[in-house]
């Protein structure tokens, strides 16, 4: 039987948080630099953790070494949880429950995480709307702070997890942004964009990834045109 390989982004494919994110960033630079740091001064779409924070610490002229990218990510870490529990603009997107309990029903399918976020990050956003329980392992931001590499950790361990060697043709990047579609070219995999975060249906085939739509349910519209054979 053949198999094939779903790699979800997080952030504006699976979720919204209301903002939980940035306020956390804003609450590390303020605890460990004492900094009130402007986030929408940075486009966060499809960027690591990694990435954001050090572009944070360059903007505001601190030193954005290694050291200094990991302090800002460890505070970060330890005021989203609250934030997450907290946030009212919190809400899993539309379709998105419908369509992990289908897949996750189905024996053709197996399904991870690629996204920039931080495991522990990424664990804490996904727990509230219960959706820990469908992604069993994936690629995160503290893996790499470059997107294809997070893509290509996630294969691996997805083929380590299901104990399958999937080709090239039969894994699917799925995100809502440009980031996550260069990410699964540059992965040499196929790309699934969805149009339920910042970027339009129109802006999205522009980047001409292999599938577009507009929400992840109903799951047989763009499984069955990525994958005719299942």
């Not at 924070?53 to 290694?66: H, V």
């Not at 419908?98 to 991870?112: H, M, P, T, W």
């Amino acid at each position: 039987m053949k198999r094939c390989l779903l790699l979800f982004d997080l952030d504006g494919t699976l979720l919204l948080t209301g903002g939980a994110g940035t306020r956390s960033f804003e609450r590390s630079f303020l605890k460990h630099y004492g900094v009130r740091v402007d986030t929408q001064r940075v486009r966060m779409d499809g960027k690591t953790d990694p990435a954001i924070a050090r572009e944070l610490l360059s903007l505001y002229g601190l030193p954005s070494d290694d050291p200094a990218v990991q302090k800002v990510l460890s505070g970060y870490v330890e005021a989203l949880d609250s934030e997450v529990a907290a946030s009212p603009g919190y809400h899993v997107l539309q379709g998105v429950e419908v369509a992990l309990k289908e897949l996750s029903q189905r024996s053709d399918v197996v399904i991870g995480l690629a996204t920039g976020n931080l495991e522990s990050g990424a664990r804490i956003k996904l727990e509230r709307g219960k959706l820990n329980q469908f992604f069993p392992f994936g690629g995160f931001g503290s893996d790499s702070e470059n997107r294809p590499e997070i893509v290509r950790i996630a294969v691996r361990r997805g083929k380590e997890y299901a104990k399958e060697d999937f080709g090239p043709g039969d894994i699917v990047v799925i995100g809502d942004t440009p980031r996550d579609i260069d990410a699964g070219k540059a992965a040499s995999v196929k790309v699934l964009a969805v149009a339920s975060g910042s970027f339009d249906l129109e802006a999205l085939r522009a980047c001409s990834p292999d599938a577009v739509v507009k929400s992840l349910s109903p799951v047989s519209e763009w499984l069955s045109s990525l994958f005719p054979e299942i």
